[in-house]
């Protein structure tokens, strides 16, 4: 049999063991970890409404008229007015024809993917991808080619030498980055090379562009210039799922082909209701994404005045350029004794030597939040050597 202990044991050597904290109550920046109470900055919550009493309150009046369950696959008998209705207000939102809910984003990104492409064609994936893109690109069986990050020159090389289908696959928000995908070239090359963009925006979309309707509208992009967009559900907007919005043929193109759509079944339909009124408190409130982008501005001059290494993202994202693992885990741990929590991420999350801390910024973050993050990176400072990663 495989040696699994070994293969753990040595993980912890290379200082790549992964552990898991346990939170009790609800997703906040005040967190209960393992009993004990920290301040977190490393949420994917960037507007603060996972736990927004307008959202509760429509769970729970969902609740007596949907049920719990979702008991059944959309194409059984799962697919439930809640749910329509959500994919109604997410084409509308996303200013696109149409839109499908999926569970997950994981799983609309697989399911996507590998729709859309398969044997004999090829996809062109943004080295930097999610771990869900590059999976659904297998899953796909299509050849993958793998440009460097943000490259377009290098996409448009390997796109001219290409016969056949072709589908482009980008991050619109790089997840452990934070910078955005230079789109209005991607939308370019793709024009000129007849190839399918499908962008990710998990971490665009409330966040980004006009009423928070993501990185391609920020851009001045359309449906157009990128005929696919994924967003997900469980970041900014607060609850759970995720949703690809497009043209009407292309939703129902997956509907008969994305297995990760056919065969699994439905989200609780009571979500669906909840995460519409997510949707009308983001297109409402424009204070909440101002608050935070202002927070950014404060954290990334701050934190670059105390001599940390931040990457070039304009975003919620902000990570902290460390390098090794042990300096990342022990510059972590150092803050964690100081009441906060900034979790390290590693290779294979990160590329090898790119130990980070991942620090992300919610509009439920106040400035004295920030002060106190600033002055635990401050008495910190000390552990790290200067910076030295090139970015
Ligand atoms: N795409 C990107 C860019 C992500 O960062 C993530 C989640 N970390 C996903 C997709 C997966 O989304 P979900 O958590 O809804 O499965």
Partial sequence: MRDF?????????????????QISGPQQPELTSDGKPLLSFCSNDYLGLANHSANLEALRSALPETGLGGAASHLICGHHDAHHELEQRLAEFTGRSSALFFSTGYMANMGVISALAGRGDTIFSDRLNHASIIDGCVLSRAKVRRYRHGDVAELEAMLADTQGHKLVVTDGVFSMDGDVAPLKELARVCRAHDA??????AHGIGVLGPQGRGSVPALGLSEQDVPVVIGTLGKAVGTSGAFVAGPEVLMDYLVQKARTYIYTTAMPPAIARATCASIDLIERDDARRAHVLDLVARFRREAAALGYQLMPSQTPIQPILVGDNWSALALSQALEEKGLLVTAIRPPTVPEGEAR?????????????????????????HLLAEPDIAV
Wanted: aromatic share 2%.
């Fill in 196 to 201: 399918l963009l499908v962008v990710d925006d």
């Fill in 5 to 21: 202990e070994g293969e753990l044991a040595q993980r912890k050597q290379a200082g790549l063991y992964r552990t898991r904290r």
């Fill in 357 to 381: 801390l991942r620090v992300t910024l919610s509009a439920a973050h106040s400035h004295a939040d920030l002060d106190r993050l600033l002055q635990a990176l401050a008495d910190c400072r």
